[in-house]
């Protein structure tokens, strides 16, 4: 039910109150009324208080253990804002809606909505850790190095500053990774590179000379230069070319233009989202559920 949601009228239809969000939520087993008491081992029933819930133990008089609140152990144990709310950014900023639309649709600040988003972007780090690595036998991977502009200490226009990302990307799939280099030497970008790529994959890449030393670590390797071609054919036949990274640029930079970039601080856990973004395509609703169901504090 959650992953299949994809906008902000199918939510407020869904979800009128907070009792109707954590109906949803409990249906869905991202949060559970199965709680303990952990001094006198009784259940706890769930009560409202306010605009919130707890559980309470009815037979343990000590203070410190008769209430525990609902969000405690589960993702949403780190936010403030209710639930309903929180069900609407999710699905919100999963169907790549801007921070504009969600403080349309929400009510809520700005800047709730931003610090939101991030911690959001944040669980996709957590999820880009587990990624196998990309390539493998038989498979080509594409290598290129590219650079953003980002926003020093979140500032405007005038203090934009040139950023140079790493990436890789497998032929024919959306299996990818990125990552924020200081700079494009050999020593930066060469063990990114193989943590990155099985070492049986056969590598693409322009003629940058960071790149040269890439044929010890893979299959093989095999170069464009773009200074005279986009696209170079073998003698075997195998076409070498750089387009499905470029592609990936695009589509990486594109969010960052109509944004007037974002900052330095907050562009890895940007990436990361584009990295799940891809890989899991149309499965990202369901990942993200998952991740955020499965969480542990």
């Known amino acids: 039910m959650l992953s299949t949601l994809t906008s902000a009228a199918e939510v407020a239809g869904l979800v009128k109150d907070e009792e109707a969000a954590l109906k949803l939520l409990v249906?869905?087993?991202?949060?559970?009324?199965?709680?303990?008491?952990?001094?006198?081992?009784?259940?706890?029933?769930?009560?409202?208080?306010?605009?919130?819930?707890?559980?309470?133990?009815?037979?343990?008089?000590?203070?410190?253990?008769?209430?525990?609140?609902?969000?405690?152990?589960?993702?949403?144990?780190?936010?403030?804002?209710?639930?309903?709310?929180a069900l609407m950014i999710i699905v919100l900023w999963i169907n790549k809606y801007t921070s504009k639309q969600i403080v349309k649709e929400t009510k809520l600040s700005p800047s709730t909505v931003?610090?939101?988003?991030?911690?959001?972007?944040?669980?996709?780090?957590?999820?880009?850790?587990k990624y196998e690595v990309i390539g493998g036998q038989g498979k080509v991977v594409q290598i290129d190095e590219s650079a953003v502009h980002t926003r020093k200490y979140g500032r405007g226009e005038k203090q934009r500053e040139l950023t140079w990302i790493l990436g890789a990307i497998e032929d024919g799939s959306r299996k990818c990774m990125m990552q924020i280099v200081p700079n494009r030497t050999k020593a930066v970008m060469v063990p990114l590179i193989r943590s990155w790529i099985d070492g049986q994959s056969e590598v693409h890449t322009d003629c940058h000379k960071?790149?040269?030393?890439?044929?010890?670590?893979?299959?093989?390797?095999?170069?464009?230069?773009?200074?005279?071609e986009f696209k170079k054919v073998m003698s075997d036949g195998t076409i070498v070319?750089?387009?499905?990274?470029?592609?990936?640029?695009?589509?990486v930079k594109q969010p960052l233009?109509?944004?007037?970039?974002?900052?330095?601080s907050l562009l890895p856990s940007y990436l990361d989202e584009i990295i799940v973004r891809e890989r899991e395509g149309d499965r990202f609703a369901s990942r993200i559920w998952k991740f955020i169901k499965d969480f542990k504090p």
Do not use: Q
């Open 257 to 264: 233009k109509e944004g007037n970039g974002t900052s330095e």
């Open 114 to 129: 931003v610090d939101f988003r991030n911690y959001l972007r944040n669980g996709c780090s957590e999820i880009v850790k």
């Open 27 to 85: 249906d869905e087993g991202v949060l559970t009324l199965d709680r303990i008491c952990k001094n006198c081992g009784s259940p706890m029933a769930l009560r409202k208080r306010k605009n919130t819930f707890e559980f309470r133990c009815r037979k343990s008089r000590k203070a410190d253990c008769s209430t525990e609140g609902l969000r405690k152990n589960s993702w949403f144990s780190n936010t403030r804002i209710p639930l309903k709310d």
């Open 210 to 228: 960071s790149y040269g030393t890439l044929s010890r670590y893979f299959s093989a390797h095999r170069t464009v230069n773009h200074n005279e």
């Open 241 to 251: 070319h750089t387009n499905t990274i470029e592609s990936l640029w695009k589509r």
